[in-house]
């Protein structure tokens, strides 16, 4: 399922970041070609307006491109090709960085962010989203361990938790696309820890565990699907994006275990999605086939004499029920437990009609040998026996002679 682009992955953060609006360099370090670079680069340092200042870099590169000031240029075309939004170039610029200071922090950060939402998945640029992901890791600490004045602590702390999550998710989108299920949703898990805000990645993290086709872990997929489809705050996906992924999560478990285990475990995992980004605990997903064989055994352990008559029936009506009948005709039943349906008359009823389900059609019909002393309460259980005297098949009825309720 293709989603729309994650809107820039906090790109205002990378800009708090940039090492940009320095001072002019020293000029006992580096030269002047003559005073129009001079002037240039004077203009260049104090041009606000991206659009303009990328003009500005073009000329200064078409006059002089060779300088002793390329690092400087490029970490400008850097900074501007992002404020304009070329992420393409962006990246060119900040490869050319990377080549004269390999440990530039921006640099690897702009390639960091711009990776996923590229459009493109080839080699080389997952290779490039591999590469810059880890060097963000690697520098994130010495990067932020001074925090400059005028900015809160929070605020930086904060700053410094989403490059970790930044980082942490583009590897997990380049693994994504290397088929690397079990990597990648180790690196989805990481991310929505630190930031459960996240709504697109549970949406990968769902795909990536169900790409793992291990059906003990469907449950942890259908949870991050459905944390997908429900989360509507701050960093979740597109509405319609979440009504997509609902209807696919919904499919998904009403066509693999069946609308009574949809009804059944779909509210619990709705019930946890909303309450985070983590599953509380797991759920053991049944199928309807096998909600029903629990049920009935259950009913079984419970109910042993209403199965004597349920097993009975399906004899009956199956292929050796001719047999079966001939055998049963004339002969006293095995005890039975059923639903009374009426009886007739109320008070000392010598006739009762009964169910092998609470509120059903009559399927016994029992004459009593004698009749009772108290009536019978409609849907209360009655133990019976009787002499097999009358079958009818559909609807089935089968009649008892001389019967006795315990």
């Known amino acids: 399922m293709q989603m729309k682009k994650i809107a820039q ?16 360099p020293n000029p006992q370090e580096k030269q002047y070609k003559d005073r129009a670079e001079y002037d240039i680069i004077t ?20 006059k002089y491109p ?12 850097l900074d501007s090709y992002q404020k304009t939004n070329n992420t393409t170039e962006a990246i060119n610029a900040a490869k050319r960085v990377l080549a004269a200071s390999p440990n530039e922090f921006t640099a690897h950060y702009v390639i960091t962010l711009s990776v996923p939402v590229m459009g493109k998945a ?22 932020f361990a001074a925090k400059p004045d005028g900015i809160a602590q929070a605020a930086w702390d904060n700053a410094k938790q989403q490059a970790v999550v930044n980082a942490r998710l583009t590897l997990g989108w380049c693994k994504m696309q ?18 459960p805000s996240r709504g697109q990645v549970s949406y990968w993290l769902g795909q990536m565990t169900l790409n793992e086709q291990d059906a003990s872990k469907y449950d942890l997929a259908f949870f991050h699907f459905a944390r997908a489809a429900t989360y509507d705050g701050p960093g979740s996906m597109p509405a319609e994006g ?21 009804d059944t475990f779909w509210p619990k995992f709705e019930e946890m999605a909303r309450a985070g980004a983590a599953p509380t605990e797991r759920i053991e997903l049944k199928s309807d086939d096998e ?5 009935e055994q259950e009913s079984r352990r419970q109910l042993p004499t ?6 009975l029936k399906t004899t009956l009506l199956g292929p050796s029920g001719d047999a079966t009948w001939s055998d049963l005709r004339g002969k006293l039943t095995p005890r039975m437990g059923l639903y009374v349906v009426s009886a007739s008359p109320p008070e000392r009823p010598a006739t009762i009609n009964l169910t092998s389900e609470p509120g059903g059609r009559t399927e016994v019909v029992l004459n009593l040998e004698n009749r009772r002393r108290t009536g019978v309460r409609t849907g209360s259980m009655l133990t019976i026996d009787g002499v097999a005297s009358g079958l009818v098949r559909e609807p089935f009825r089968l009649t008892l002679t001389d019967g006795h309720t315990f």
């Open 122 to 143: 080839d080699d080389a640029t997952i290779g490039d989203g591999l590469t810059a992901a880890a060097a963000v890791l690697r520098l994130v600490d010495q990067q």
């Open 9 to 24: 992955f906090g790109l205002a953060a990378c800009l708090l970041l940039m090492v940009t609006a320095v001072a002019i």
């Open 306 to 311: 209403l199965w004597v008559f349920k097993d």
């Open 178 to 195: 290397q088929k690397d299920n079990a990597g990648a949703a180790k690196e989805f898990e990481q991310v929505l820890s630190l930031d």
């Open 66 to 77: 060779e300088t002793d000031y390329s690092l400087e240029r490029d970490r400008f075309y």
């Open 242 to 262: 979440r009504q997509q992924v609902l209807e696919y999560v919904q499919n998904l478990i009403k066509n693999n275990y069946g609308e009574q285990s949809f």
């Open 291 to 295: 909600m029903k064989f629990e049920a």
């Open 43 to 62: 203009k260049v340092y104090g041009e606000a307006d991206p659009a303009k200042k990328l003009a500005l870099l073009n000329e200064w590169r078409e």
